[in-house]
């Protein structure tokens, strides 16, 4: 099958199934930083360290020290469950690694991607408990992150937002996301992503990366110290990352600039405002299938900068190896290509109005705009080339506020918020002609925005407002017993504006053009916590969820979006369209000692209306709409231990194995798909990771592991992955003070240790129900990366 009819045919939707709440309240959460142990609050300071603000108790003593902590917090004492991911855990990776990449050690979650740092976006996916990254919540300090797809429309993804250098550290819910987090995706968890503030001290870092592919990463971040007895402090921060695709030609290439400033204020209060600028420009790898897998090979790759072979082959010249697969014309192109800039910006006032009342409120704003492109072989040029570009420039433009007030009385603690944000999405399709051959070569697609356009099919302009009011209580019934209870509202208003389109250049239709609402009242949450031992505690969660309707261009097939369809169809099927839903349902226990932290949880997950892009209607002329499909029930487990023998020895293992089935069959134009029973594509059944880190005089050494089982590709599964066991090992050491440079610090990773060829990501294109589609991408061989940093 060919990408351009795969595009037509293939059946998008997010993978998702169940999963369980793991959150802490927003009265635990509100300063966006540290928990204590026993939930309270309390003000990371410039180091990362705790400092109990007026409201604040003893932390319990059983809480695990940091020092080579692998995982540091399984949500001790949490209504919830949720593991956080700390500063020590992100310094193991090599600088410029995506945070979500780290968080695929955790139980339940499943991260990959095509290159080693995790940062080549079209190929960044995230699983967690089988919901897709479009199903959960993302948020930097409280600011909404949207849904991290690759052609987002309410958001950015986390490498862009924010330098990984300067993350302090991850919040992890792997079931539902907590009440209070600003998100219209988050059925199925979330991920609150927290950055360093500016240290107390003057002074600076320099970091610099070299390793495999010519990588090539400079990174520098000057902090003014207390600029006064109040404490006012600032800090700005430089990243250029450079490196070539580990196959084929090409190279990504980013960045970026982050600025911070802080205010202490009375009573622990503050005021920070906070500047993010990125600019990236990568290029794709190819998307294989297990045809192009078992007849090329794992380094299958575009063309470029051979712009003759691209040339001959839309002509129907293949080189020999290409002509061996059974679609030649799609098993490679010239180049496929991504170009953003984005700009993320706001200002949060933390107000401790007294001991028992706080007051936060976080206003922002993000612009994006960029374009992706494809040489197609599809669409020829009007000069008689057979190849053209097609360009789209997906835009946002999106800002609001979030607000909340904190109230503790006695033995409740009561918190209630809104959220408003107005957004606008705007995206476009572009045909561009290229050079006859002999004429010159297509160059670079990333240098600019192509000019020499010839036609332009569609392009649209969304305006969406969302709206968030929540209201909770935790109250402590009894020393060791805590129950927190809330709901949230939440209306989502999206529609578009079809500003062109040539039905001609549509397959003679027109563009869908119309508004929908995501709407519920009340989604509920209970939890609850009892501590009945020294060190061991139950929790259960119960929560409903919503994810509002997805948006993206016509037939885009991104997401399983409503817009995707034409006129015709929107019509008929947008008055019957229910926004997805979920109900979750977990337990667990926990066991906290200074040697000693363990989880083991069980969740359940039922959710309903599933929309899915599907065909139906006469085979010779279906109509393709997204559908209300039925559901998903999910039932799984993970167990977690961490052993601390030794001073400066941590061990980590988890296993974890989910069985997510599909409700229904599905009618399509072809029949009835036999879907019912079968287990969803994208995300194994079973997962193993494991992790060793030990620290012993100035040396700081970890190996980790990570196992996943067969992954299907398609809704029957007939066709599937095989499983695999990567691991990797990294090493530093602390030369301490040299001459002015003080913490001189070398460190060298190796990735992928055995060099294993294995399928990384999967439904990066969506997932057919039989076949072998071209659906996944290969993850990278052996990599070794050194890293030389020093402060002054």
Same mark, same amino acid.
Do not use: C
């Given at each position: ?7 037509? #045919?293939?059946?998008?939707? =997010? ?28 003000r ?21 020290a ?25 310094a193991e ?7 979500m990449?780290?968080l695929n ?5 499943m991260y990959?991607s095509?290159? =080693? ?5 079209y ?6 408990r ?23 429309y ?5 490498t862009?937002?924010i ?6 550290g991850?919040?992890?819910s792997?079931g ?7 998100s ?15 240290s ?5 870092t320099?970091?610099q #990366? ?8 400079t ?8 600029l006064?007895?109040t ?8 990243a ?12 990504? !290439?980013?960045?970026?600039a982050? /600025? ?12 920070k ?11 794709d ?10 007849t ?24 020999p ?8 014309l799609?098993?490679?192109?010239? /180049? ?5 800039q ?18 936060k409120?976080?206003l ?6 960029g374009?992706?492109?494809? #040489?197609? =072989? ?9 190849l ?5 420039n997906?835009?946002?433009?999106r800002?609001?506020?979030l ?5 503790r !009385? ?14 606008q999405?705007?995206e476009?399709?572009y ?19 192509p ?5 332009n099919?569609?392009?649209?302009? +969304? ?13 402590r ?10 709901f ?6 999206s ?7 040539v ?26 916590? +009892? ?16 994810r ?7 037939g ?26 979920? +109900? ?11 040697l000693?932290?363990?989880l ?16 139906t ?34 061990? !980590?293992?988890?296993?974890s ?21 079968k287990?969803?594509p994208? !995300? ?10 030990y620290?012993?005089?100035? +040396? ?31 090493a ?24 294993k060829?294995?399928?990384a990501?999967t ?16 993850? /990278? =061989?052996?990599?070794f ?8």
């Amino acid at each position: 099958m060919t990408k351009a009819l795969l595009f037509a #045919t293939t059946i998008m939707v =997010p993978t998702l199934i169940g999963a369980s709440a793991q959150q802490a309240t927003a009265a635990e959460r509100r300063n966006g930083s540290a928990v204590s142990a026993d939930r309270t609050p309390v003000r990371r300071g410039a180091a990362g360290h705790a400092a109990a603000r007026p409201v604040a108790r003893q932390a319990d003593a059983a809480r695990p020290a940091a020092g080579s902590e692998t995982i540091l917090v399984y949500g001790q004492g949490s209504t919830r469950q949720m593991t956080s991911v700390t500063r020590t855990m992100l310094a193991e990776t090599v600088p410029g690694t995506s945070p979500m990449k780290v968080l695929n050690r955790l139980p339940g979650v499943m991260y990959q991607s095509a290159d =080693p740092f995790g940062a080549y976006e079209y190929s960044s996916s995230l699983y967690m408990r089988g919901f897709s990254q479009s199903q959960l919540g993302f948020t930097l300090d409280d600011v909404p992150l949207g849904d991290q797809q690759f052609n987002n429309y309410n958001g950015l993804s986390i490498t862009r937002a924010i330098s990984t250098d300067n993350v302090s550290g991850v919040d992890v819910s792997q079931g539902a996301g907590a009440i209070d987090v600003a998100s219209t995706s988050n059925l199925g968890g979330a991920m609150q992503f927290h950055s360093r503030d500016p240290s107390h001290q003057r002074g600076g870092t320099v970091e610099q #990366t070299f390793g495999s592919n010519s990588t090539f990463r400079t990174f520098v971040r000057l902090d003014s110290g207390d600029l006064n007895a109040t404490g006012t402090r600032f800090y700005v921060s430089y990243a250029r990352t450079s490196l070539n695709l580990w196959k084929g030609g090409g190279y990504n !290439y980013s960045d970026q600039a982050n /600025a911070k400033f802080v205010q202490p204020l009375a009573r622990g209060s503050s005021l920070k405002a906070f500047f993010d600028w990125s600019s990236i420009q990568q290029f794709d790898y190819q998307d294989m299938s297990l045809d192009y897998l078992h007849t090329v090979g794992s380094h299958l790759s575009n063309y470029y900068p051979d712009y003759t072979a691209a040339y001959e082959a839309a002509q129907g010249k293949f080189r020999p190896q290409i002509a061996k697969t059974g679609d030649p014309l799609d098993a490679a192109y010239y /180049a496929g290509t991504a170009n953003r800039q984005d700009f993320l910006g706001g200002v949060t006032l933390d107000e401790n109005l007294n001991e028992h009342l706080n007051w936060k409120t976080t206003l922002y704003g993000h612009g994006d705009n960029g374009y992706s492109t494809w #040489t197609t =072989p599809y669409t020829p040029s009007p000069n008689g080339s057979p190849l053209s570009v097609r360009t789209q420039n997906p835009g946002i433009l999106r800002g609001g506020a979030l607000s909340a007030l904190t109230h503790r !009385y006695g033995a409740n603690t009561f918190n209630m918020g809104v959220w408003y944000e107005f957004g606008q999405f705007t995206e476009g399709r572009y045909f561009s002609s290229t050079p006859l051959l002999g004429q010159g070569t297509l160059g670079n697609p990333t240098d600019h925005f192509p000019t020499d356009i010839f036609s332009n099919p569609w392009a649209e302009k +969304w305006q969406t407002s969302t709206f968030q009011f929540h209201v909770q209580d935790t109250y402590r019934i009894t020393p060791d017993l805590k129950v927190n209870a809330g709901f949230r509202s939440m209306v989502v208003r999206s529609g578009n504006q079809v500003i062109n389109q040539v039905p001609a250049l549509n397959g003679g239709n027109e563009v869908a053009q119309g508004r929908l609402t995501a709407s519920n009242a009340f989604l509920p949450q209970v939890s609850a916590n +009892w501590r009945f031992l020294p060190h061991q505690e139950l929790f259960f969660d119960v929560s409903h969820n919503m994810r509002a309707f997805p948006e993206d261009g016509y037939g885009t097939n991104v997401s399983a979006t409503p817009w995707t369809a034409n006129q015709k169809a929107f019509t008929a099927t947008a008055r019957t369209l229910k926004p997805e839903t979920d +109900w979750v349902y977990e337990g667990g226990y926990r066991y906290t000692t200074p040697l000693v932290s363990g989880l083991l949880s069980a969740y359940r997950m039922n959710f309903s209306n599933r929309l899915q892009l599907v065909s139906t209607g006469p085979i010779v002329a279906p109509t393709t709409a997204v559908q209300n499909v039925g559901g998903v029930t999910t039932n799984g487990v993970e167990g977690s231990v961490t052993l601390r023998p030794l001073n400066g020895l941590s061990i !980590y293992n988890s296993i974890s194995y989910a069985h997510s089935t599909y409700d229904q069959n599905v009618q399509t134009s072809s029949g009835l798909e036999p879907t019912k029973g079968k287990l969803i594509p994208n !995300y194994p059944a079973l997962m193993y990771k494991g992790s060793i880190a030990y620290e012993w005089r100035d +040396w700081t050494m970890h190996i980790d592991g990570n196992y996943l089982s067969h992954r299907y590709i398609t809704y029957t599964n007939d066709a599937k992955v095989p499983g695999y066991f990567l691991a990797n090992v990294g090493a530093r050491y602390r030369f301490g003070k040299l001459s002015v440079l003080k913490n001189v610090t070398a460190s060298f990773n190796i990735y992928n240790l055995f060099n294993k060829t294995y399928v990384a990501t999967t439904g990066e294109l969506g997932n057919s129900f039989t076949g072998s589609p071209q659906t996944f991408l290969m993850g /990278a =061989p052996r990599q070794f990366f050194g890293t030389i940093s020093a402060d002054f």
